[in-house]
Nanobody, 122 residues
Framework: QVQLVESGGGLVQAGGSLRLSCAAS????????MGWFRQAPGKEREFVAG????????YYGDSEKGRFTISRDNAKNTVYLQMNSLKPEDTAVYYC???????????????WGQGTQVTVSS
């Protein structure tokens, strides 16, 4: 089992920045590709960003490219999502997820955190 705990969400004005963190415990962190997803009310869970096991490859959803940066620190068992130039449409609950093989852009991940709310005001 892998336990994931997100933090760093909150209320921010449009154009602002937030950094989300996801701390993992339970198994060897570097065995897992990591992803960030988000879900707004009434919408499906959407892929935001993903990172390979050792951080050599990153992936982004179309709306996040150039604004968001995913990174990981395997020594700290933590994955990060730096979000810049935030827009009201980025408002959602953000989830981190772990997958035992490679990053995929669908929610086919093995473990999920409880989510952290991000609200962007206009």
């Amino acid at each position: 089992q892998v336990q994931l705990v997100e933090s760093g969400g909150g209320l921010v004005q449009a154009g602002g920045s937030l950094r989300l963190s996801c701390a993992a415990s339970g198994r060897t962190f570097s065995n897992y590709a990591m992803g960030w997803f988000r879900q707004a009310p009434g919408k499906e869970r959407e892929f935001v960003a993903g990172i390979s096991r050792f951080g050599s490859t990153t992936y982004y959803g179309d709306s996040e490219k150039g604004r968001f940066t995913i990174s990981r620190d395997n020594a700290k068992n933590t994955v990060y999502l730096q979000m810049n130039s935030l827009k009201p449409e980025d408002t959602a609950v953000y989830y981190c997820a772990a997958r035992g093989v490679a990053v995929v852009t669908t929610p086919r991940y093995d473990y999920w955190g409880q989510g952290t709310q991000v609200t962007v005001s206009s």
